[in-house]
Every structure is written in structure tokens, then in C-alpha cells.
């Protein structure tokens, strides 16, 4: 599906509702129960989410957006003004505003699975940056996916992935996602993107474990998210969230617990749930600055610059393509 308002043009590419029941199945079929993060994000998992962000204990947004304040103009700079800027994941672009507003790109694409909040911060944009045209993309940025190309102009590409979602990825995901984006973005193109570092797990069990219980409530609405698109019949009160950092991992582990042996029922098939067995349903990979940056390497790109915030929590990398 594609229309077009303006200056802001809308694609639909995610895959039809099938294919999230196949993954659906397949992830709580294996030995440990899986779901992946995306199912988090339906219109009120964003807002879940976007109270997450204001939480006195989950620092990653702060701290990014002070990166970002801070270095947007020496940030722009590298990228080069008019370049064709690629957000994975744009949410609401807070963060995304500051860079605009030194960048000034004359194409900017949005990538995320959220419809709604998408088509509301590409229209905002559009009206706070009138030079700029801007592709609003429904996608799955997990799979592969074909951009409007004919809509990305001729300007040098640079992919921006901030809020640290790269560390959804396992490192051996995170190094092919990066090596597929690189033909798209081809030679002397950019990345810039936002990496949670390693810190004291006490800060980072207490960002996932907040004291509002938001994080349990935004966990649990994937639950409540696949018993309305899937006509499943979870019982959320029979689930509790966890969060762990796993430091041989190096990560935030995110699970839901059955607390009692029970059983649910998902589009006509029957799924077990033993007493206190999980559901994982997201990692939070934490790196060392070096560490990503080999990464990155390993997947063809070469380290520019890096940023962090006064306190070293968090990291913004700029990369470039040979």
C-alpha cells in the first residue's frame, strides 16, 4: 500500500498478518519460548514505551538525547548536509529533531513497524522541515525488505539506528544486519548509530526493573497485543516480567514467567506452560566502545567518531563505507 500527502509519502511492506501467526507459533514452539520484541509495539505498547523513556531509572534516552544536543552540528558535518537520511526505527524522533535541524537533508525515511506513530511523526516533520521530503516505511527492518529507491534521491546514503535497538540483535545479527544494509547505502555511505555501553549491572537491572512497573506492564502487552491480533487467550495475571542482566552475555535478558502450569490457545493450536517456565521475549545487548566498533568492522565499515554522554552510559558511532 502507498499513498502520498504533501511532502510525506506512506508505504506499507510489512507482511500480511500470516506471517506474524507463523512466527508466532514458531518462536513459542521451540525449547525456550521466544517472541521477538517487534510484537511489542502496537499504538499502546508505544505509549508504554514512550513512558519508559521519561522513567528516572531507564537512562538511555536521556543520555542519547544529550549526545545528540550536544554533537549534532559536528555530527552533521560528517554526514554532509543534503544527504538522503534513513532512520530504523524512528518512534516519536525526538532525538531525530535535533539532528535535522543541523543536517537539513533533502530526503529523510522513516523505517518502523508502528504504524500509526509513524505516519504522526512523519507528518510532523514534514511540517516542521518543509525542505524536506519525507518516506514514512511500514517494515519489519528484522527482515529483508526493498526500499522506494526511486524516492531516496541522489544524495550520499547514511543509515541512522539510534536508541540502541541494535542491541536487540545478537553481535553475529547485528554484523548482518549492517552487512545487508551496505549495498543500499554504497560506497561512502554512512552510519550513525546509537549503542548502549556496558555499566554497573545494578543501574542496568533497575532500567529494566523500574519501580512503576511500566517495564512489566509494556512486556506484558505483548501478550495482550497477539490475543487481539491472533485470537489467542493469554491470561496476563498468570505472567510476570523479569528482567536480568546476563553478564557472561553481556545483556539484558527480558522474560515472561508462567506462574502456574497452565494451558493457551492460539488461533485452534494448544500451547503447555509449566510453572515457572519463560517466554524470552527481548535481549539488550551492552557493548564496550572497541568492542562495537570491531563489530562494525567485521561487517565492512570503518569508525569515524564516537560520542558518549557526561557519564559514559551511552555511545553514538559514525561509520563509513570504503
Not at 529507491?149 to 545479527?173: A, H, K, M
Request: hydrophobic share 40%; proline share 5%.
Amino acid at each position: 500500500m502507498v499513498h502520498s500527502s504533501g511532502r510525506m509519502s506512506f508505504h506499507d511492506l510489512l507482511p500480511p498478518q500470516q506471517s506474524m501467526l507463523e512466527e508466532v507459533r514458531a518462536g513459542l514452539d521451540k525449547p525456550q519460548k521466544e517472541l521477538s520484541p517487534k510484537f511489542f509495539y502496537d499504538a499502546h505498547g508505544c505509549e508504554l514505551f514512550d513512558a519508559i523513556c521519561s522513567l528516572p531509572e531507564y537512562y538511555p534516552t536521556r543520555a542519547e538525547l544529550s549526545i545528540m544536543r550536544k554533537h549534532a552540528a559536528p555530527m552533521a558535518r560528517m554526514l554532509g548536509r543534503d544527504c538522503t537520511l534513513i532512520e530504523i526505527g524512528c518512534g516519536n524522533s525526538a532525538k531525530t529533531r535535533a539532528l535535522l535541524k543541523e543536517l537539513e537533508p533533502r530526503v529523510f525515511v522513516a523505517v518502523d513497524i508502528a504504524q500509526a506513530q509513524l505516519e504522526a511523526s512523519c507528518n510532523a516533520l514534514a511540517d516542521s522541515f518543509p525542505h524536506m521530503r519525507v518516506v514514512a516505511v511500514r517494515a519489519d527492518f528484522a527482515r529483508d525488505f526493498d526500499l522506494p529507491t526511486v524516492e531516496l534521491g541522489t544524495g550520499r546514503r547514511t543509515l541512522y539506528f539510534p536508541g540502541s535497538t541494535i542491541g536487540n540483535f545478537t553481535p553475529s545479527e547485528a554484523r548482518d544486519f549492517l552487512q545487508r544494509w551496505a549495498p543500499l547505502l554504497g560506497a561512502g555511505g554512512g552510519a550513525l548509530i546509537g549503542v548502549d555501553l556496558e555499566k554497573d549491572p545494578a543501574v542496568l537491572n533497575a532500567a529494566y526493573n523500574d519501580a512503576q512497573g511500566i517495564t512489566a506492564e509494556f512486556n506484558l502487552n505483548v501478550l495482550r497485543n497477539i490475543n487481539r491480533e491472533l485470537n489467542a487467550d493469554f491470561d496476563l495475571a498468570a505472567f510476570r516480567h523479569v528482567a536480568r542482566y546476563c553478564a557472561a552475555e553481556g545483556r539484558i535478558e527480558m522474560h515472561l514467567e508462567s506462574l502456574k502450569a497452565q494451558r493457551v490457545r492460539l488461533a485452534g493450536h494448544e500451547l503447555e506452560f509449566r510453572a515457572g517456565e519463560t517466554i524470552h521475549t527481548e535481549n539488550s545487548y551492552k557493548y564496550e566502545i572497541a568492542k562495537f566498533q570491531a563489530l562494525a568492522q567485521a561487517a565492512g565499515f570503518e569508525s569515524r567518531a564516537n560520542w558518549t554522554d557526561d557519564d559514559h552510559l551511552f555511545s553514538v558511532h559514525y561509520f563509513t563505507l570504503p
